[in-house]
């Protein structure tokens, strides 16, 4: 079972991100503060749980969280300042989204750099651990994963509906068919050989 609370503080923040390892679309963050009371059963891992079950927490928590915030960093950026900065700067947006400002910050992972002078903790497989970062999490993987089903509209050949970005057999095969597009992140190996990508 999750815990609720890693530090007792009420406006405990969680915050996770969504898209790091993918090689198109943008890094996508999200910041979630829960009430104290907060319970729920299906909630736990974006990566634990059916794409049905996140649609349904994702509304749950969009109701019932006392604050949220997404943010998403395009791959223009990504390419600027790397995927571990872009990830953090997506964090620091999404807890600026909030509508109160939180106490403390327990982030999803081992990176992380101080905000606006609020106490945080790194919290490895924190999505695993606690509510409010399993929220981000389910918060970020859903909005990533609409933006990425709304541009497959426009590019279906790299089948970004089904790998979201992600660099799957099928999705570089793509790349090594049709070149790249204006969301691909230049800055990423996209074929292991990296031979013939039309820049």
Known sequence: ???????????????????????????????????????????????????????????????????????????????????????????????????CKPEYIIVDGNKFKPYAKVPHSCIVKGDAKYLSIAAASILAKTHRDAYMEEIHEEFPMYNWKKNKGYPTREHREAIKAHGITKYHRKSFRLLPEQLEINF
């Open 1 to 99: 079972m999750l815990q609720l609370n890693y530090t007792g503080h009420i406006l405990e923040c969680g915050t996770d991100e969504a898209g790091r390892g993918c090689l198109a679309g943008p890094v996508t963050a999200a910041a979630v503060i829960l009430p104290k009371d907060f319970k729920n059963k299906l909630l736990n891992d974006s990566k634990q749980t059916s794409l049905n079950t996140r649609n349904i927490l994702r509304k749950i928590i969009e109701e019932e969280c006392t604050s949220f915030g997404i943010s998403q960093i395009y791959m223009d950026e990504i390419d600027k300042i790397n995927i571990l900065n872009a990830s953090i700067s997506a964090m620091h947006r999404a807890i600026d989204r909030l509508n």
